[in-house]
């Protein structure tokens, strides 16, 4: 449990960092979305923290079912 916490902390800490790549930006326009979706500053990021709820999610199943057995 103090892991999971330590993790999700951790992640929502580093979310601001992931969104503000460099200066320059705005939220809630029309062109900001396509932005941070096509540009590597913000996409990467975005990636890795989707790539780890993945694994995340996984290794909860993984951890559950081998509870199971
Ligand atoms: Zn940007």
């Known amino acids: 449990m103090f892991r999971k916490a330590l993790f999700f902390s951790s992640a929502l800490l580093s979310l601001p960092l992931a ?7 705005g ?3 029309g062109h900001e979305l396509a ?5 590597a500053e913000h ?6 923290v989707g790539a780890a709820v993945v694994l995340l ?6 951890s559950q ?5």
């Open 35 to 39: 932005h941070y979706l096509t540009s």
């Open 19 to 25: 969104t503000q790549a460099h200066d320059g930006h």
């Open 27 to 29: 939220f809630f326009q």
């Open 43 to 48: 996409a990467i990021p975005l990636i890795l």
């Open 57 to 62: 999610i996984g290794y909860q199943k993984w």
């Open 65 to 69: 079912a081998r509870k199971n057995v």
